[in-house]
């Protein structure tokens, strides 16, 4: 049987992509969310080449009441092309809402991000924790906890 990968995704321009082996979550790793759709899609596709059974949990949100329009467009636009680039590079994912996963890891914020950061330095304490990266790596150990 392959070895598995989680990977988690936070969409948006402050998001992440995290990615934990099922086996030895010590190596798991997160990056801010790239800048350029070819940096974007350079990082999907070198992990949908991986040799290992791939899940990603992309965070299922929405547009926010008192969000701009503009800025709804452009997230929405993000979001979309995240899906894009896990279709086209033949990963499986799955939507996770952030009540889900932060209900199952205990760290509900309420929008309060120094909650899930705490969380994320707990679960990866050889990792430097960041705002950015704080929920992209928690959304790949819940897709970790749930998929093995």
């Known amino acids: 049987m392959k070895l598995s990968i989680s990977i988690g995704i936070d969409p948006g321009q402050s998001g992440s992509i995290a990615c934990i ?3 030895d979550p010590s190596k798991a790793w997160a990056i801010k969310m790239p800048e350029t759709l070819g940096d974007l899609w350079a990082h999907i596709s070198e992990l949908s ?3 290992h059974e791939v899940v990603a949990y992309l965070e299922s949100v929405h547009s926010m009441p008192g969000q701009g329009v503009s800025s709804s467009f452009k997230f929405g636009r993000g979001f979309g092309t995240l899906e894009m680039a896990l279709t086209a590079a033949g990963m499986r994912f799955e939507y996770v809402t952030p009540q889900k996963w932060q ?4 760290c509900l914020t309420k929008g309060n991000k120094n909650v899930s950061k705490a969380k994320a330095q707990q679960l990866f304490p050889h990792l430097k924790i960041t705002h950015a990266v ?3 790596l928690l959304i790949a150990e819940y897709c970790r906890r749930t998929t093995v």
Do not use: I, M, V
């Not at 209900?103 to 205990?106: M, N």
């Open 21 to 23: 082996p099922n086996n």
């Open 103 to 106: 209900k199952s890891l205990g």
């Open 49 to 51: 080449k991986l040799e």
């Open 134 to 136: 704080a929920d992209g």
